[in-house]
């Protein structure tokens, strides 16, 4: 059963961190790209930020560059998204996102997790 369990959301004041975390289960990691997305209220869903099967390639939304960081271990099958410097306009439910590497058809999302900043 395939399974992305995000964590490590939640309330924060402008100018702070989070880190946010992705636990993953039932199928080859290593295998898929990864990504975080985001979805504010009455706005479409967002790609933050994309890291490649191996780690090797990171990619990043223009709004968040510079401030956010994507990483992973295979070895653990988690990927994470260290954000910085957070700004009330990154208010959003954040989502983790499983793309197979040779066909993105197959692909999984977590259930998300809040993150608010204000103060």
């Known amino acids: 059963q395939v399974q992305l369990v995000e964590s490590g959301g939640g309330l924060v004041q402008p100018g702070g961190s989070l880190r946010l975390s992705c636990a993953a289960s039932?199928?080859?990691?290593?295998?898929?790209?990864m990504r975080w997305y985001r979805q504010a209220p009455g706005k479409e869903r967002e790609l933050v930020a994309h890291?490649?099967?191996?780690?090797?390639?990171?990619n990043y939304a223009d709004s968040v560059k510079g401030r956010f960081t994507i990483s992973r271990d295979n070895r653990k099958s988690t990927v994470s998204l260290q954000m910085n410097s957070l700004k009330p306009e990154d208010t959003a439910v954040y989502y983790c996102?499983?793309?197979?590497?040779?066909?993105?058809?197959?692909?999984?999302w977590g259930q998300g997790t809040q993150v608010t900043v204000s103060s």
């Open positions: 890291i490649s099967n191996t780690g090797g390639s990171t």
């Open positions: 039932g199928f080859i990691f290593s295998a898929y790209h």
């Open positions: 996102n499983a793309v197979f590497f040779i066909d993105s058809k197959y692909n999984y």
